[in-house]
């Protein structure tokens, strides 16, 4: 892995949106479609699922809300999705995916392409900018409540646990899997009694880009344009 420290723009993004009750619903929706499209849309027989659930009660998320999310992921009332991942650029040349689950392609697309145009980006053809992220399990622990926790003994518990690397900093230990690796080390953790900040499989940059406060501030606004869009499962951006 990179130097580069997810827990960092989690803290970031958190911050921002904590107070914006559709983002957080929308987020869990985002974890709900993916651990059941891994797993099965079935808790009891889903552990990875199970958190999830657990989290999106946790935050009053409306049970229309999580069954939406899981009837998405499986198919159920007949309807269709299909799995298309965007890529383009952003302000100052960063790399965007952008992961949606859609019944219409042409609106999806249409409706992608323009929230690029908005902020003076530019949708890009694929592959064009995939190549710049690893798709990684993820998983977050807070140190501030484990505060006896120290470094070896998570590291030897993940590492046992089949995690790939472990990134350690004062605020948090982030554990990295590969996908296939992510529910069975997820659920050995959990088992031992660690609870998780952040628990995904997600995309990590390669590497990241330091932009100006202007700059940012015109792509945190695309990504709030993409992540607004019904069809946008996640974004994820190569700047730091």
Do not use: C
């Amino acid at each position: 892995m990179s130097g580069h420290s997810k827990w960092h723009n989690i803290q970031g993004r958190k911050n921002a949106q904590d107070a914006k009750r559709g983002k957080i619903f929308q987020k869990i929706a985002h974890d709900l479609y993916v651990a059941a499209k891994a797993g099965g849309a079935d808790p009891d027989m889903n552990a990875s699922l199970r958190l999830v659930v657990e989290k999106a009660k946790a935050a009053n998320m409306p049970k229309d809300n999580i069954q939406r999310a899981l009837d998405k992921a499986s198919g159920a009332g007949g309807q269709k999705f299909e799995e298309v991942t965007y890529e383009g650029y952003g302000t100052a040349g960063v790399a965007v995916l952008v992961e949606t689950s859609t019944d219409n392609i042409n609106r999806t697309v249409s409706s992608i392409r323009n929230s690029f145009k908005h902020f003076g980006g530019a949708l890009g053809t694929s592959g064009s900018v995939a190549f710049q992220f690893d798709r990684k399990g993820y998983l977050a622990i807070d140190r501030t409540a484990y505060p006896e926790l120290d470094e070896d003994t998570i590291l030897e518990a993940a590492l046992e646990a089949g995690a790939e690397d472990v990134q350690t900093s004062d605020e948090a230990f982030e554990i990295y899997t590969e996908p296939a690796d992510f529910q069975t080390v997820e659920s050995a953790l959990t088992d031992a009694g660690y609870a998780f900040e952040e628990s995904e499989v997600t995309m990590i940059a390669q590497n990241s880009m330091d932009i100006s406060d202007e700059d940012r501030e015109k792509l945190d606004r695309l990504v709030d344009e993409l992540e607004e869009n019904e069809d946008v499962l996640a974004v994820y951006t190569t700047a730091d």
